[in-house]
């Protein structure tokens, strides 16, 4: 069956602190990787990885796919508590008409 | 990024009746729309995929007479839930996608609480 676990499922920072979110696929012909925030309302996509190595970038924000290894990295650096919300992984099979096969959600929580 | 708005945003409503949520691609055409819903704490739920023109196809487990979904054009989909009951309340999402790409965007959420 096909899953996606993410990693850890709740996280407590400092402003400033750098935080590494995991996401772990086991999925049958896997076509991309998608990262997600979700603050009050629906989540607003952030990353969208389907090759291997290459770091896609945002600000503070970065991620990368290992398809040998079969997961992802979300990295946040300099947090600030608007950074506070659920991460959300989700993968694309191939053929799948974008039926999103979704982890369960890393929250994050930023201290000031 | 392109642009889905999700109407209403919060919904309460009487057990036994019926409502209907909005979901608008304003700037691109959505050949397919996902509906989802999302329980406290816990991931998002695919309740069905709709392609426009055709009937929405639904996850097992959702009950299509309750959950009555329309996609009659490029720009709308609407999801009507019927006879609603307490445990309906949850929060809706809609995403979309233009063709082939991989891309979806998210509508806003509708937050619908039944009394």
């Known amino acids: 069956e096909d899953k996606v676990v993410q990693s850890p499922l709740s996280l407590v920072v400092h402003e400033g602190d750098t935080v590494t979110l995991n996401c772990s696929y086991e999925?049958?012909?896997?076509?991309?990787l998608l990262w997600y925030k979700q603050e009050k309302k629906a989540p607003t996509f952030l990353f969208m990885l389907?090759?291997s190595g290459i770091e896609k970038k945002s600000g503070r924000l970065s991620s990368i796919l290992d398809k040998k290894e079969l997961f992802s990295i979300l990295n946040i650096t300099a947090t600030q508590t608007g950074d506070s919300a659920v991460y959300l992984c989700?993968?694309?099979?191939?053929?799948?008409?974008?039926?999103?096969?979704w982890g369960a959600g890393t929250k994050l929580i930023i201290k000031p | 990024g392109a642009v889905v708005s999700q109407h209403p945003s919060w919904v309460i409503c009487k057990s036994g009746t019926s409502v209907k949520i909005e979901c608008r691609s304003l700037?691109?055409?959505?050949?397919?729309m996902f509906w989802y819903r999302q329980f406290p704490k816990q991931s998002l739920m695919l309740m069905a995929t709709?392609?426009?023109?055709?009937?929405?196809?639904?996850e097992q487990g959702v009950e299509k007479d309750k959950f009555l979904i329309n996609h009659a054009s490029l720009t709308l989909s609407t999801l009507t839930v019927t006879s609603a009951h307490p445990e309906d309340s949850s929060f809706y999402i809609c995403?979309?996608?233009?063709?082939?790409?991989?891309?979806?965007?998210f509508g806003q959420g509708t937050r619908l609480t039944v009394v």
């Open positions: 989700a993968v694309v099979p191939i053929d799948s008409n974008y039926q999103l096969i």
């Open positions: 389907t090759s």
């Open positions: 999925v049958t012909n896997f076509r991309s």
């Open positions: 709709s392609n426009e023109g055709s009937k929405a196809t639904y």
């Open positions: 995403s979309a996608k233009q063709g082939p790409t991989l891309e979806a965007f």
């Open positions: 700037d691109f055409q959505a050949t397919t």
